[in-house]
């Protein structure tokens, strides 16, 4: 099992910044830490991907936050942060950690999510 802690989100104006942190912890050391992500979720709306990392540290973003936000990860794959600069209204969501990890012996995916920290961008 891997326990995800958000934090960082908060209040801020259009055009400020935010960084987000999700500290992973694994319970098993039979847990392997793969994909690790952000998703976020408007209200009214559907979760959605905003920017991930694979297993081999190739970076992925959403259309609507290229240039804007940078992904990242330590070695260990158990701190993931999202910095996210020239915020915007419509940037306004829970945003939620994910990782995707595997379990040695076992051939299925295990997917986590953290609890979700509250992005609020207004003037």
């Known amino acids: 099992q891997v326990q995800l802690v958000e934090s960082g989100g908060g209040m801020v104006q259009p055009g400020g910044s935010l960084r987000l942190s999700c500290a992973a912890s694994?319970?098993?050391?039979?847990?392997?830490?793969?994909?690790t992500a952000w998703y976020r979720q408007a209200p009214g709306k559907q979760r959605e991907l905003v920017a991930l990392?694979?297993?081999?540290?190739?970076?992925k973003y959403a259309e609507f936050v290229k240039g804007r936000f940078t992904i990242s990860r330590d070695n260990t794959k158990t701190a993931i942060i999202l910095q996210m600069n020239s915020l915007e209204p419509e940037d306004t969501a829970v945003y939620y950690c994910?990782?995707?990890?595997?379990?040695?012996?076992?051939?299925?995916?295990?997917?986590?999510w953290g609890q979700g920290t509250q992005v609020t961008v207004s003037s």
């Open positions: 990392i694979d297993f081999d540290g190739s970076e």
């Open positions: 694994k319970r098993s050391l039979s847990f392997t830490i793969r994909d």
């Open positions: 994910y990782v995707k990890a595997k379990r040695s012996g076992r051939l299925e995916d295990f997917i986590y």
